[in-house]
């Protein structure tokens, strides 16, 4: 069955699952706060340019760890592999976040997460208004790639690329 719609404010679930069928990778973004070190799972990370090296993400504006997320100097977005679906629980709202684990930090002091698919160390270099999000543009310093799958969501769920 196929619908058509136009985007209702006062009711976004419609247009929130079709924007759903997009599958994205999942990362975690991580900066160095005030309060220590803090990290929030996205699916709105992608490529912007490759000369110069950029990057974006967007953070909601009513996310708790918005004000910290924006006013970062530095962040890493962590490219999570298909067998680390805990690290992204541990990130989403409500998750235990860094507690338990003593992070290593990269040359700017922004916590990593290890074992991820791959990394790509940032300096923030251009905020930019997106409606109830913001627009976060960063300056690749430098990247890291390994081996493996990535995991993938889609409509709500999780899973794994399959060739």
Avoid: K
């Amino acid at each position: 069955m196929t619908q058509t719609f136009e985007p209702d404010p006062g009711n976004p679930r419609a247009f929130r699952d079709a924007l759903g069928r997009f599958a994205t990778g999942v990362c975690v973004i991580t900066v160095a706060a005030p309060e220590g070190p803090m990290g929030f799972t996205a699916n709105s990370f992608s490529a912007l340019s490759l000369d110069p090296p950029l990057v974006l993400w967007s953070p909601a504006r009513a996310s708790t760890r918005y004000p910290a997320l924006v006013a970062a100097a530095h962040f890493s977005v962590h490219v999570l592999a298909r067998d680390q679906y805990a690290i992204d629980r541990r990130f989403v709202r409500g998750g235990q976040g860094f507690a338990g684990m003593v992070p290593e930090l990269s040359p700017w002091g922004v916590p990593l997460i290890p074992g991820c698919l791959a990394r790509v160390d940032c300096a923030r270099e251009a905020l930019h208004e997106g409606g109830d999000h913001t627009i976060v543009v960063g300056r690749v310093l430098r990247a890291m790639l390994a081996e493996g799958e990535p995991l993938v969501f889609s409509s709500g769920r999780y899973g794994g690329f399959v060739p």
